[in-house]
């Protein structure tokens, strides 16, 4: 498809209108609710490392809470079948 003279001496201003709208549209839009999302994200790992940490001493007082009332129903199994 061949453009005609005139198409060829409107074409590079239409192509830059388009480029200038487009990059603007990410400056303006795009880049700040990135931002936001990033924010988003690491608060989010922060919560997850939070409730890791809450989960170990969790299990880790629960254990402590087995060895001194109750011994272990695997330990227990293992111990009546020999294996233990």
Do not use: H
Not at 16 to 42: K, N
Request: glycine share 6%; net charge positive.
């Amino acid at each position: 498809m061949v453009l005609g003279p005139r198409m060829r001496l409107v074409l590079p201003y239409v192509n830059f209108i388009l480029t200038s709208a487009a990059l603007t549209f990410q400056t303006t839009v795009l880049y700040p609710r990135q931002q936001q999302l990033a924010e988003a994200v690491r608060e989010q790992g922060q919560v997850l490392k939070r409730q890791g940490e809450m989960l170990r001493e969790l299990a880790n007082l629960e254990l402590r809470k087995q060895r001194i009332s109750v011994p272990d129903p695997v330990a227990r199994t293992l111990g009546m079948l020999g294996m233990a």
